[in-house]
Nanobody
Framework: QVQLVESGGGSVQSGGSLKLSCVVS????????MGWYRQAPGKEREVVSTINLDAKITYADWVKGRFTISQVNAKNTLYLHMNSLKTDDTGVYYCQAEGRRTVWDSTRSYWGQGTQVTVSS
């Protein structure tokens, strides 16, 4: 069974920091494209940052220089370090994995349940 479990969200004042974690089980992590997405209140889900299979990292323009994505395969964990948080960063943050459960499986997309990040002024 595939599970993506996020943690680390919470409430913080503007300028503060948070570290999100996503523990992945049931997938071959080395076969996965990983990412963090955010859904702000009243808006559609949007990409925050991704790590591709070739280890190339991408960031949305609105987080460049403030957020850092990282992945530790030995811990089956994806991280998002968020610094200099702004009120506009508020939303539910989701972990996503595109990968395979076994070497014979097809690539599919999986999502975590989300973790709330609230930034106040």
């Amino acid at each position: 069974q595939v599970q993506l479990v996020e943690s680390g969200g919470g409430s913080v004042q503007s300028g503060g920091s948070l570290k999100l974690s996503c523990v992945v089980s049931g997938l071959i992590l080395s076969s996965c494209r990983m990412g963090w997405y955010r859904q702000a209140p009243g808006k559609e889900r949007e990409v925050v940052s991704t790590i591709n299979l070739d280890a190339k990292i991408t960031y949305a323009d609105w987080v460049k220089g403030r957020f850092t994505i990282s992945q530790v395969n030995a811990k089956n964990t994806l991280y998002l370090h968020m610094n200099s948080l702004k009120t506009d960063d508020t939303g539910v943050y989701y972990c996503q994995a595109e990968g395979r459960r076994t070497v014979w499986d097809s690539t599919r997309s999986y999502w975590g349940q989300g973790t709330q990040v609230t930034v106040s002024s």
